[in-house]
């Protein structure tokens, strides 16, 4: 049982109306960001790792709020993504065709590394109520795995003040609509972690987590330093880890969208600039 992949950017099919199904699915310029497709760009760079698109551009990534919550585009980011699904007493879904609800957390910092010493923590106080919204499309690769709606939240860092350290929008997708008004963030918890990746501003891949295969899990500028917070790997020892079932640990195909990173883990490490001890 495989799922399709997320299509190749230069197929020009990222995203789908749902609404019509009958149309093209191309995306308004108004709801989408120009990806530059040059030799150095975030979506090369994942095609050349053979990694695909795996974590979708979004359009808040490119934004920053200021104080007063108002969204400004003057400045580059470094980036978080980070995908959960249901935890059923302790065992995440592994096949997001049978799962009721994903998620997709993507948040924007100024400072990667400062976010992995200090710990990533968020909650519902973060959110910004006034920027909730239900989306009218949703991303084909999601469309294609059953989802046919999706609710957006956007939050900021409350902790520090009027300097933020990050925001993010959180990205519900659900089979039913009656779903997403229903649907808590205080019923989520980083034990619904499936799937996280962080990039530096230049679009260079930094960290890497998957559930389903332990070996392919990387932090390139702090290895085994144990991470705080929404950050799923490395924990303390003893620290509590959602149990996946072994067949999809050793499944070729994922359970979920997206592929992993490539097979020769050590060559694409040291290809990203990083010393391996």
Known sequence: MTLKRYPDPSEGKNRRDTNDEAESGKVPAENSLPIEDSEGSREAHNRDLGCGPRWPENKVIQHIFDGKGNIRSDKELGSLSIRMVPNLNGRLVDDCREAAWMVDLLVGCAD????????????????????????????????????????????????????????????????SFELLPRFRLQDLSPQNICEAVAWVPSGDVVYNYDCRSPGRNCNCIYDGMPLQGWWPWPKDEGACVAEVPQHARDADELAFPGPPLPVDHDETVKSWGCVIL
Do not use: Y
């Open 112 to 175: 990667i590394a400062r976010l992995m010493r200090e710990g990533f923590f968020w909650s519902a106080a973060d959110v910004l109520p006034e920027q909730g919204r239900i989306a009218k499309r949703l991303p084909a690769e999601w469309a294609d795995s059953g989802f046919r709606h999706c609710r957006v939240w956007i939050l900021m860092d409350r902790s520090h003040g009027d300097a933020p350290q990050w925001f993010a929008s959180l990205e519900l997708f659900a089979r």
